[in-house]
């Protein structure tokens, strides 16, 4: 059976420039990641060193510089943006992305999105 591990980070929040109207363009608003990164842990567990995994504080310090490094009308393009800077820099089988703009629709609790891709 092959392993099937993953490390996990809920609820990130992010102040970022996202959207397509004016409003959006002009003030950040906050934005919410779930992320979940498909790794092999094994080694870690066997190890108890945090060279042998990916160092999740190291993941979201890289979202959040992501997310805040321009404007992007699309939370979409957020993820993908995202999705191509996380394979490029840790070593990952795939990975997970929900993006939640609590703030898009004022009847919706929360709107977002979530896509998977797998390492290309």
Sequence with gaps: ????????????????YVGVYDHEKEACQ????DLELGVDLSAAALSNDLNDTVDYAAVSDTVIMTAQAKHYELIEHL???CFKVLF???????????????????????????MMRSRP
């Excluded at 809920?10 to 970022?16: G, H, I, N, T």
């Excluded at 906050?30 to 990641?33: I, N």
């Design 88 to 114: 490029d820099q840790f070593p990952l089988d795939w990975i997970s992305i929900k993006i939640s703009k609590p703030d898009a629709i004022k009847a919706a609790e929360v709107t977002g999105i979530k």
């Design 1 to 16: 059976m092959k392993n099937s591990d993953s490390i996990f980070i809920q609820r990130l929040e992010v102040a970022a």
């Design 79 to 81: 993820a993908d943006h």
């Design 30 to 33: 906050p934005v919410y990641f």
